[in-house]
């Protein structure tokens, strides 16, 4: 079955940095988009960063130039640098794999951003 397991989540000051996995089985892995999402206490699920199976990336408003989405197939793993975090960036993350007529959920990372 599909399995999306994320890692690398935890607690780290502002301005601190995180590097977050999540290694997919159970799919063709280098052929989907992945994603991450977030998820913050009383807010919708809302989309972070995007890869497609080209390697080309977008990312939300709020993250760009602190945060980069990567992929490495042999290893059927995405990745999410997060730089320069801020309290607002304290969430769930969620790793998505994007496939025809839905996707694949992860069971979530907490990230939180505390002084």
């Known amino acids: 079955q599909v399995q999306l397991v994320e890692s690398g989540g935890g607690l780290v000051q502002p301005g601190g940095s995180l590097r977050l996995s999540c290694a997919a089985s159970?799919?063709?892995?280098?052929?989907?988009?992945m994603a991450w999402y977030r998820q913050a206490p009383g807010k919708q699920r809302e989309l972070v960063a995007a890869i497609t199976s080209g390697g080309s990336t977008n990312y939300a408003d709020s993250v760009k130039g602190r945060f980069t989405i990567s992929r490495d197939n042999a290893k059927s793993t995405v990745y999410l640098q997060m730089n320069i975090l801020k309290p607002g960036d304290t969430a769930v993350y969620y790793c998505?794999?994007?496939?025809?007529?839905?996707?694949?959920w992860g069971q979530g990372t907490q990230v939180t951003v505390f002084s």
């Open positions: 159970g799919i063709i892995f280098s052929r989907y988009p």
């Open positions: 998505k794999g994007i496939v025809p007529g839905g996707g694949y």
